[in-house]
């Protein structure tokens, strides 16, 4: 499939490919996987047919209604206030299929602005790895369905009548830039204002999304938004995302977050190394005195050097930079390696941390602990880990002017040791007394801590259930409107059947009433052939008796076997010289023959030979009459009753 597409479905959630393989192997009445295989790579159409269902392409415009309220209650109005500095709005929908969740977002988008949009430059990219679904959303011709899930309104307002159904509006396709491309390795789109990407997620595996979730990041303004299906979330990559809307999936960039590295691959289709790893540019060394480099490095050094050991977290106390020697007061926690703060600092540090933190993001304030009596462990190198340590704390919330998110600045110092031996003694029964108070906290967190993991590993769960069924709704919904097609399709051949079937009824009656009056003109034909008293003969174009009169049967000595016989094989009784040469004449010349013949008892007879002319005057052979011209004379005896 990936040298046949281009596209490597090797972290594609498996379920999904194996009842999509399943379902083309029931289309070809396959029924072992290696077969299939050997079928496809002997049938190169295969392949594209596999691919297409791969690539489960249900959409429907405004999809999910809510979510359309939900940007223009949220993130719409957001957008709106950034316009100022941004100058004109951008929007990516990724995996937009035939191009409906593109066209819903930019008439929502439209429907917000009123008459604001015209004076705001907007762009929207709806991009999929599917050529086939890019050509049908540039083309943005849609079926009169589409009425269940467009409003009157919006019909009116967004789109015209087109053959079979309506085409979306030339303003609004104008402002859609429509491009095949591949989430997972081509270079993305930056400088979004909103990232709209449903329904696709759910058919990755959990290190595809955690790829795709990555590039997102990248690809927003700072203060970016992202949508995401009903039954997707952020996975492992919560640090990236603040939750704006959890019903809905909305979420904003978090502008200090540092993303993954993303591999973008600028080769042709054919060349990635999808999971390879990312050459990084090499930096040449500047030969020239860069006096900016200088600055930068001397400030570096003074900072690590000489500064207290600070941390720098986000709300979320998540850890998001360091200056100094901060290994005295965090460590690495065993497990799931974190960069909480909470879960890297060291003992004795976490309680009084966490209520200066909440105490400054609630009221706003710096907030200092003092003398906090924290554990030496091994980053302290020469200290051993069962002795204490006092070390002050100041927490100071930071505000940066472009990011609503507050950030705080945590500085560890060590407090001076007090010399006098009271003061140890002091120190001592304190620590006594608050030692059991302490193990006690300890443990509780420790339960907490334990119950919490539990919670998340649920919750996990859960997720994780939740997008396998909406992928599996998915693939129904698909199957639901291929059935839908098949449907129509056989109603269409119905109809048709019908159609032919009321036709062949009329030919029918048509025929039945052509086949009495033929049945009569038999019955009259026979009974006047039979009734009259001159001997008839009707022969063929190829010389062969057709019909004849007793009479005839007389004077040839013919017998109803002769019926269909040549001409050439029946002697009749009276002399006819020539007869057959006779009839030839008279087909081809279409003349008539005459002659009066005489029998061996000197009895006159007529002797004719007509052709035999059909209802479109042509001729099908002749027709011979011979007719007794002296009735009263005594008949003459056939040769044949001899
Ligand atoms: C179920 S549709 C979702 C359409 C739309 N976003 C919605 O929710 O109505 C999934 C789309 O993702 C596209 N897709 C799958 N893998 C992709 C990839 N690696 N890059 C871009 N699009 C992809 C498929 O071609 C398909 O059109």
Redesign the pocket.
């Known amino acids: 499939m990936r040298r046949a597409t281009g596209?490597d479905f090797t972290h594609?959630r498996q379920t999904t490919i194996l009842r999509r393989i399943q379902r083309r192997m029931v289309v070809h009445k396959i029924d072992k996987l290696e077969d299939y295989a050997k079928f496809l790579q002997s049938k190169p159409p295969e392949t594209k047919a596999l691919y297409q269902d791969?690539?489960?392409?249900?959409?429907?415009f405004f999809?999910?209604p809510r979510v359309f309220e939900a940007l223009k209650a949220t993130v719409f109005p957001a957008i709106q206030r950034n316009l100022a500095r941004e100058r004109g709005i951008r929007v990516w929908?990724?995996?937009?299929?035939?191009g409906?969740?593109t066209y819903s977002v930019a008439m929502a988008l439209l429907e917000f602005l009123g008459d604001r949009a015209s004076q705001t430059p907007i762009q929207f990219f709806g991009?999929?790895?599917?050529e086939s679904?890019v050509a049908r959303a540039r083309n943005g011709v849609y079926p009169e369905n589409i009425q269940v899930d467009v409003s009157a309104e919006r019909l009116r307002r967004f789109f015209n009548k087109a053959e079979g159904g309506y085409r979306v509006s030339k303003t609004i396709r104008d402002m859609c830039i429509f491009a095949q491309?591949?989430?997972?390795?081509?270079p993305p789109f930056s400088r979004m204002d909103l990232i709209?990407?449903?329904?696709?997620l759910?058919?990755?595996e959990p290190v595809l999304q955690g790829k795709?979730i990555s590039v997102f990041h990248y690809a927003l303004r700072p203060s970016g938004f992202l949508v995401l299906?009903s039954s997707e979330g952020l996975g492992g990559t919560t640090g990236l995302f603040a939750v704006e809307d959890r019903t809905h999936k909305i979420f904003s960039k978090k502008a200090g977050a540092t993303h993954q590295a993303v591999a973008f691959s600028l080769n042709s289709q054919a060349e990635r190394r999808e999971y390879g790893p990312m050459p990084m540019p090499a930096r040449h060394p500047d030969a020239n005195w860069n006096y900016a480099e200088a600055q930068k490095e001397f400030d570096r050094r003074l900072l690590t050097q000489y500064t207290p050991a600070t941390v720098f977290v986000n709300e979320d106390m998540e850890i998001i930079h360091t200056r100094g020697n901060v290994n005295r007061y965090l460590k690495l926690a065993p497990g799931k390696p974190s960069l909480s703060l909470l879960k890297m600092a060291r003992e004795g540090l976490l309680v009084e941390l966490r209520n200066a933190i909440a105490k400054a993001k609630k009221e706003n304030v710096v907030v200092g602990k003092r003398n906090l009596q924290v554990k030496n462990g091994n980053g302290d190198g020469a200290a051993a880990t069962h002795s204490t340590r006092l070390v002050n704390i100041d927490v100071i919330p930071v505000s940066l002017s472009s990011v609503k998110e507050l950030y705080f600045m945590v500085i560890f110092q060590e407090a001076p040791q007090e010399p006098s031996r009271e003061t140890a003694v002091r120190r001592t029964r304190a620590t006594e007394e608050t030692g059991a108070a302490s193990r006690r906290t300890a443990k509780l967190e420790e339960e907490l801590a334990a119950t919490k993991e539990y919670l998340q590993s649920v919750i996990e769960t859960q997720e994780a259930t939740n997008e396998e069924l909406q992928s599996a709704n998915?693939e129904i919904l698909?199957s639901n409107e291929e059935l839908q097609s098949t449907n129509e399709e056989m109603e269409t051949a119905k109809e048709e059947l019908q159609s032919a079937n009321e036709e062949l009824t009329t030919v029918n009656d048509e025929l039945r009433n052509r086949n009495v009056e033929i049945t009569q003109i038999n019955n009259d034909l026979i009974n006047l052939l039979s009734s009259i008293d001159i001997a008839v003969i009707m022969i063929g174009s190829d010389l062969t008796i057709r019909r004849f009169t007793p009479k005839a049967q007389k004077f040839l000595g013919l017998i109803p076997g002769d019926l269909g016989r040549p001409l050439s094989n029946i002697n009749p009784s009276i002399e006819i010289a020539d007869l057959q040469e006779m009839v030839q004449q008279v087909v081809s010349d279409f003349r008539t023959h005459e002659r009066e013949l005489t029998d061996r008892m000197g009895v006159h007879y007529q002797f004719k030979i007509l052709p035999y002319r059909t209802m479109e005057n042509k001729i099908d052979g002749a027709v011979i009459t011979i007719v007794d011209i002296a009735p009263d004379k005594p008949g003459i005896e056939p040769k044949s009753s001899n």
């Open positions: 596209v594609y791969m690539l489960i392409n249900v959409t429907s999809r999910g929908t990724p995996g937009c299929a035939s409906e969740e991009t999929d790895v599917s679904s491309h591949n989430v997972l390795n081509d709209c990407c449903r329904n696709l759910i058919y990755l795709v299906g998915e698909s």
